[in-house]
Structures are given as C-alpha cells and as structure tokens.
C-alpha cells in the first residue's frame, strides 16, 4: 500500500549530507531516527523547520520517549509523529501522514 504513495525515497547516512541536499517544499515527510552520530534527531528537526517550517517530520526510534522532558528541552519543536521501531506502525504511521498531503 506505501509504495502506491510514495513516489519516490531519499535516504541520507550522514546529517551533513541531508542537511545540504534538503530542498524546502520538496519532501512530503521525514523521517528522522533520534540517535543519529554528531547531532540528535531532534537537532536535525529543528534545523530542518528553520527552512521548511511546514515539512511533515515522525521521528523513530527504539527506545522509550518521556515527552515531558523533551518538550522541556526543546519547546519550540512539534513531537505529534512518534514511531518506535521495528514496527508495523512505520507504515500505518506514513499512510496516515501521506494522507493529508
């Protein structure tokens, strides 16, 4: 079903990398692990909505998620898209997301 809608993937190993390819209103979701090498996924977040304050964004990760604190260290963040791995949920997240595109 998700590659009915997707149109195409750009995957990016290195932050620096997908920082200097991001094109703003190009991209209809990213998504973002939270450990990542050099900067946490929540940096790259909030990088990324400093060019594109509209982009879709679910991170991902393997561990537990106390929105408490994370609100606390990063307010001006949107932390909606949650999807722990691995998951079905990957996909049923991105067809929710996809579907108000």
Known sequence: MVSKMLKQIYEFLLVSIALSNFKPFFYDLLLIDIRMPNMTGFEFGLKIREV????KICFITAFDIYYESLLE????MDFSCFIKKPSQALIERIEKELSTV
Request: net charge negative; charged share 25%; no cysteine.
């Open 73 to 76: 260290e990063y307010p001006n």
């Open 52 to 55: 594109d304050a509209n982009v």
